[in-house]
């Protein structure tokens, strides 16, 4: 099982839920991880990647800490027990 965590204003999207079990064989993609979770709250898909699935610039998707920017983007695996992690621009100082 993989681990979604839901972030500030993300959460008003996914029923206010602070994590999302999927419960999906892995490995799993990021890619095929948000695919899950947009299936099941669809307003969510527009907050966190563009028309064409890309990741929004100013959204952060962690896979177990680190940006997966910084990994394989999309493709990075997820095996059973990580964490994805949404988290949603945020501005102050």
């Known amino acids: 099982m993989v681990t979604v965590k839901v972030f500030a204003t993300y959460r008003k999207l996914v029923d206010n839920q602070k994590e999302i079990a999927l419960d999906h064989p892995t490995p799993l ?3 095929r991880a948000l695919e899950i979770v947009f299936e099941a709250h669809p307003a969510l898909r527009d907050e966190i990647v563009d028309a064409q699935g890309k990741i929004l610039p100013h959204v952060s998707v962690f896979a177990n800490g680190r940006d ?6 999309l493709d990075t695996e997820l095996q059973e027990a990580e964490t ?3 988290f949603p621009p945020v501005a102050g100082g």
């Open 29 to 31: 993609t990021v890619g």
């Open 68 to 73: 997966v920017r910084h990994k394989q983007g």
């Open 84 to 86: 994805l992690s949404l």
